[in-house]
């Protein structure tokens, strides 16, 4: 399986967090830590998408977990 690295767009996207909460959740711990090649910053898609099954169920996670994934909502196991 190859891996998939998420630029802050694609996060966003994912998470519907702001640029300023992503990166205040990544100082505190709350979200997974970037990776970094060169200037480029990058999530890796896997981290995001396991950080987001963690979180207490919402409707719209769940949407942008499958919307990124291409799996059914219904795959996903339910949220912790």
Do not use: C, H, N
Not at 25 to 33: I, K, L, S, Y
Not at 70 to 77: C, F, K, N, V, Y
Request: charged share 25%; net charge positive; aromatic share 8%.
């Amino acid at each position: 399986m190859t891996e998939r690295a998420l630029r802050y767009p694609d996060v966003q996207a994912m998470t519907g967090m702001g640029r300023s909460t992503v990166w205040r959740r990544v100082r505190e711990g709350e979200f997974p830590p970037p990776r970094r090649v060169g200037a480029v910053t990058f999530w890796l898609e896997s981290e995001v998408v396991e950080w987001l099954r963690s979180q207490p169920i919402a409707y719209g996670a769940r949407v942008a977990a499958k919307r990124v994934s291409g799996r059914q909502t219904s795959d996903l196991p339910p949220a912790a």
